[in-house]
């Protein structure tokens, strides 16, 4: 009891609380949820906008399957709930921060930079978020992974994340062969986790394909925005690499 759950709803999330061991309910056998828990809606009960919430969180609602543990976030799910309790009313700070990724997400795709560039930006920032190793494989080796990171969890269990990263503009989303792409690259070099990041946009098409490649598999491919990269590096901190 007491822990927080977070529903997502297309743009927006509800967030609740809950108040009760698990119930048994017979009666809904056959709908395959007999098991339930009593909870408390949040923020009266009221839809909260994703921009809301920082970067870590909107990945974790964009995971595929039934649930995801979100116990690394839990400040930032109190802060998104803050916030909408204030009357969703952004800050001035929040208006900074979109301020902000857009400036980035243009710079991006126009700037001066090229996929070499994009490919060891993402290497930097993975880094900066705690990998013990990030690497970007040469053209020549490159077996639909760009990149190949691996994180440690409480200094005990590895996992190695492959990452296809695309620096594209928003008049080419990402669609499911850039997923397939990827996924012989996580089965190249054994990874636990693939993402894809761009720079652009990403079709209905990838994330049908990484949801279907999770529910066979189990491994979770998670697909970054441009916008939501933008404000995975504002976050991190730019200027610190």
């Not at 008049?171 to 761009?198: C, H, R, S, W, Y």
């Amino acid at each position: 009891m007491g822990d927080l759950v977070v529903v997502p709803n297309g743009p927006k999330f509800y967030l609740a609380e809950i108040t009760s061991d698990a119930l048994y309910l017979p009666e809904h056998t056959g709908e395959d949820t007999s098991y339930r828990r009593n909870v408390r809606w949040l923020n009266n009960k009221k839809a909260i906008p994703r921009d809301f919430a920082k970067a870590p969180l909107i990945s974790r609602m964009k995971v595929y399957g039934t649930t995801a543990l979100a116990t690394d976030v839990l400040d930032d799910i109190r802060d998104a709930l803050a916030r909408a309790e204030a009357g969703n009313k952004p800050s001035f700070k929040y208006e900074l921060q979109t301020a902000l990724v857009k400036e980035t997400v243009q710079h991006l795709r126009s700037g001066h930079m090229d996929s070499f560039s994009f490919e060891h930006l993402i290497k930097d920032l993975l880094i900066q978020m705690g990998a013990k190793t990030a690497t970007v494989v040469p053209r020549l080796l490159d077996k639909g992974a760009d990149i190949l990171a691996t994180f440690r969890v409480a200094e005990t269990f590895q996992y190695t994340l492959a990452v296809q990263a695309k620096h594209w503009n928003d008049k080419a989303p990402v669609n499911n062969k850039v997923v397939e792409q990827l996924i012989d690259g996580i089965e190249a070099a054994n990874a636990t986790l693939g993402m894809v990041i761009t720079s652009g946009t990403i079709a209905e098409s990838a994330v049908k394909a990484a949801e279907d490649y999770a529910e066979a598999t189990g491994i979770q491919i998670e697909l970054v925005d441009g916008d939501q990269f933008a404000k995975l590096l504002i976050e991190q901190g730019i200027g610190k690499w």
